[in-house]
């Protein structure tokens, strides 16, 4: 049932498959924009497959979709990062070797001193870092910003990836999977950030298989299961619907184990 | 960072050592007159290049100047002798050249090949030293410098020397197999000149590269063209393959195969496919190339070729010739004498030894000396003339001696 | 390349002077030594005497002769240097000749590199040698081309083994290929053994010079997890390191290999030594028994899971250090056998492994990154390439033909013919 | 001792400073950016061919000739680069090194002679420019213990000139925002993408600008002595970076420091092995030189390993040997 609020994100027909096995099978799903969206499902669904298509790091056999109504498929990953839809990686890719200022300074758009034979750009630069560092206060790393980034933790450099993207002031954010390997209490924090970023007026995006978390965080819900869409719609609704609950613990949950048994013997 | 910083430091220390040492240069007078002073000889020969085509030269000039030394040396002192190895590429042979420069030397004997020497002239002459080869023989080397000589003939002559050969066999067609390098090209170009001067049709040429893994392509491209006489312009070190191949397997004889002097040497294949190959060689006739090559073989055992060890030592003799007649270890001054001392003075009496020349010029006569090779004369445009070429052939033991 | 053939017998040869050296005083014969002398005959190399030949000087004749039965003449002295018309009747000679009147200018030079005598040849009729034709040579050189090819092969696959299991393409593999080479030419020609035997030989001391280097330098590297890059570079040093103590040990002149020689095999238009078709032979077998090995062989087929993937085949129980080296082993001896071969084919040097290392990178990056059949296809085509371009190319420019290959794949289809994509990364 | 001083001489040699300038182009490809560029002869052959055949053949200007040969250094650096740069490093390493040996191989065929002197190589009609506007008196120049041809020094002087130039041009792009761009494409190009970063462009930058200092290293290599195709063969690419890693890659000065070592102690092992010989350690000159190269193939290993980041690096900074 495709919400009536007007999608950030629509892609129609998308099928990826990798030598005879199917990894992705999308008719039609809609993103909702402003809101915070949970793409939810097992373990090899094909949600990070899917999240690879949209943004470019890898082609399906068949596909469109269109961001803010302009077409992006086949669109380069930078390209659609220019765009406003900047993505976070399940093994998060913080640049070691840089510090974490240097980090976020990347994370800023259009800076003059990226282009070549680099001139003047030193007051856009400090304005960048002003920035960057306010942005690091709130993610609690500001102490941090002149280490090198291979200091960090585990979580801190969940943090720093999505501070840098918020850095990039993207329309669209994509986390896969923010949470995955965190304490409990870092959890509460990402979870605290990301619903920052909507009032912040960004669209989010994030892909989790812990269905608790998405209940308390998210506005829309959308369940993959081998590579197909099998339910979308208001976290209340979708995480209690049968189908969901099949696809996440196996169709013959419930059945007595005995009936089963029997079944074999017949 | 803190690495830069640091890197910052050290570079700028060394650059301001270089900036400061420039500004506070001293303006160099013309080179002092070095009269009296002992003749300084600097040999630049490749010790590790060429497959060793080189190391006998290195040799020949031990040999020379411990036999000028034995005999009293020059202007009174021993003759000071520096070696270094210009291996086959110009930066190493460059900072050779350098090193000989600063050491004071009045005569640089080399480079070995046509290409390095024509690098390294303007460097050698400008520091008012002389510079004589033993081995450069390209023709485009020909009065290049006032103060470069050399002592081997270009390889125009030899190449005339080849084609009266083949003719004189009775062939009317040839083909050409050179070495692609300074040398190589320019033999080959002397002997078209040679061929077409003397009617014979060259129907095929084809170059190699030393480092390639075989020359099969090259083989086959000439024998598909079917010469009547193949000429082989190669080191004897790349060209073991090709006379087996040539011989052993394209039935060619010692009737249509001819060699260059470089190509005559020692070889590993089967010597009877090598029995009556011929090829002409400048130099000392045989008697005394053996008793040279013996005192070579005493300074480096494992030397495989003595192609231009003669006219290497004859290099460092007739330059210490000049030096005595010129009473100066001046490199311009020793150049002025070089024509005389080899026989450009009127009434000149001709010498072999360096000790029977240096008493002849101690007594203040005029000497003709006429090296190992029987014959040396500096012409104006400072090529040697009056050489002597043997045509030598090989035995079917594989080693090669003047043909009967 | 061979230039157009000028109808022979009105050949009009213009004399080219010898213009590099200026006319120095002292000539180097003397003075009064001018003249010509010749040689008269026809396409089959036959004499033709009793013709009458003339020198003439613009219009005055300044000396004359008549060819003797084996074609020769010589007319000395002639005054000074100078252009010269020879001429040559044949109305009353003997043999074959096409015309009766052949007219030759020709000049003396007076320098230090021509001779004051100069000896001419004339050919009266077309000679009936006919040049080789096209399929001819393309047949020489297509196996000539295979040869190569298999020599490549043999080498290229112990290096595209070592790729899979060590992870890196390793620079010091041509050393390998010398070693065999100069352990070769040690055995055959200074201790005399056969050429069979010694390649042999020297096959095993390959496999023991291959466990030497995993054992001095590659396991060392590998216990310390060196990156990619770094073992490359390492690669180059010790490269650089084996080469020029061999240029230590063996002098740096090239030799051939060894006395024996089994004779010629022709077969058709195609001449080569025998030793090649016995070397492309063993290749063959070899190549064979490697691709079975590694098909069916237990331990062939661990190589490949390493190849695979190292860590997945670590977890389920391949010994991989001992695998390794056991590849290290079958690359040093597979390399020293293309040496020897490579040696008996042409010649040995100090530096003959490492002048065909490209063309091994060729045949490994063309066949696939890591798949042995891969390697042997790659390098055959590459061996092609490199000798049947030369049809075409300079034969100076030989290897720009099978690098031309390389890169083209490169840019094409950079995971080779049987590679797949994923692996290029 | 005068081996010494004769050594230190190399210190501000024309050649060092050619080659300093040729591997601070090979830092701007393997320092900054990590791209494995084993064909840096390739660029070197291009300038120097490039000017000589400019000023000799077609009778350009020295300024003119410099820049038609700068042109056709960005003109290969981009037939190079648009293809190639998204292959996986040691495929890259294996086409630059393969295309550098088709342009030597092409340059040495006699099949170009006319233009490039086939294996003769072409003599030094080209630095009149460098000869005319000498200011140092003529013949021999004393500088400190060292005694220099006066066109050599002049020649010395120039290329330091440049080198300097170049590195500080280069110490400002790296620490301007495009360089700390591609210190992040030479850590991981996955996450640049991510930020809306062109990543192949800023990779095919780096090889142009890397390869047009080459192309000049090029130019001024060869202007003390002629032109010969066999000096641009592999070992030059391989002795720059055992330079590079020895001063010490991703630093602005370690190219520079590299080569001035390197050269040093290749004149101070010449210098040993003549000493050797009159010593008797060897029996002629031919064995100890064959030693001195066995020794740079030790140190690059040694360095590689165990000090990667070289002298002026700091480890935690060095990427190419990330684990």
Redesign the interface.
Known sequence: MPSKRDPILVADRVHRHFAGVTAVDVDHVEMPRGKITALIGPNGAGKTTFFNLLTGFDKPQTGAWSFEGKPIAGLAPWQVARRGMVRTFQLTKVLGRLTVLENMLLGSKNQRGERLLPFFWRKQERSDSARALEILERFKLGAKAHDYAASLSGGQRKLLEMARAIMNEPSLVMLDEPMAGVNPALTQSLLHHIKDLKNQGMTVLFVEHDMHMVRYVADWVIVMAEGRIIAEGVPGEVLSSTAVVDAYLGAHHDTDLRELVREMEA | MAAVRRGLITTLVTGGLVVALTACSSSGDAPEEKTGGPLKVGAILPHTAYAGAGEALVSAVDVAVEEINAAGGVNGGKVELKQVDSTDNNDTAVQAVDSLVTWGSNVVIGAYGSGMSGAIVSKITESGALQVSGSNTSSSLTGINPLYFRTAPTDALEAAKLADLVVQDGHATAAIIAQNDAWGQAFQKSMVESFTAAGVEVVAQQQFNTTDTDYSAQVDAVVAAKPESIVLLSYASYSGSMIESLVGTHGFTDKNLYLSNSTLGKYTIKPSLLKGLRGFLAGPDPAVEAEFDKKLLAKNPNLKSFAYAGSTYDAVIVSALAAIAAKSADGKAVAAKMAEVSGGAEGSTKCKAFKECADLLAAGTKVDYDGLSGGLKFASNNDVTETAYNLYAYDDKGSYAVAP | ???SK?I?WL?A????A?V???P???A?APADEWGFR??L?DGE?QPVSGAAVQVKDGDTVVGSDTTDDKGRWEIIPVPGPGTYTLTIDTTAASGHFAGDEYE?D??LVES????PV??????TTE?S????SFT??LA??AV?GFN?GLLIAIAAIGLSLVFGTSR??NFAHGESVTFGGLTG?VLA?VLGLPLLLAAAVATVLGGFFGYAQDVA?WRP?RR???????L???S??????????M??SF???????????W??VTLGPV???ATSYAGMGISIVVLAGVGLWLKHGRIGKATRAIAGNTALAATSGVAVDKITRIVWVLAGALAALSGVL?GV???V?F??GF??L??M??GV?LGGLGTSFGTLAGSIVVGLCT?IL?LW????????GG??V??IV??VR?QGIFGRRER?? | MDIIWNSLRELITPTTAAYALAAIGLNVHFGFTGLLNFGQAGFVAIGAYGFAISVMTFGFSTPLAIAVTLVLAAGYALLLGVPTLRLRADYLAIVTIAAAEIIRFALNSSAFAKWTGGANGLYNEYSGWLKGSNPYPSGVVTVGPWTFGSNDLWIATVDWLVVLLTAGAIYLLVRSPWGRVLKGIREDEHAMLSLGKNVNLYKLQALVIGGVIGAAAGILYVQPTSVQPFDFATRMTFNMYTMLILGGAATVFGPILGSMIFWVVMRFTDELVNLGVDGGLFDNVTQGSQLRFVLVGVALVLLVVFRPQGILGNRTELSFDAK
Do not use: W
């Open positions: 390349m061979t230039p000028a022979r050949l040869v213009l004399a080219l010898c590099l050296a200026l120095s005083p002292a180097a010749g040689l005959r190399k030759v020709k000049e230090p590199t021509t001779l100069l000896n001419v040849v004339v050919s000679s040698q006919q040049v080789a001819d040579r020489q050189r000539s190569l890196f393409t030419f020609h330098f590297l310390r997890g060196v990156s990619l890059i770094t490359m570079i390492a180059i040093g010790i490269s650089m390191a084996i080469r020029s103590l240029q230590f002098g740096s002149a090239s030799r051939g290999m060894t006395e024996e020689s004779g010629t001449v080569m030594p490579l084919f042409n010649q040097s530096d003959m002048n065909l490209l063309l990178f060729a990056i000798e030369v190319i300079p034969a100076d420019m030989k290897y720009v690098l031309a390389l890169v490169l840019l950079p290029i990364g």
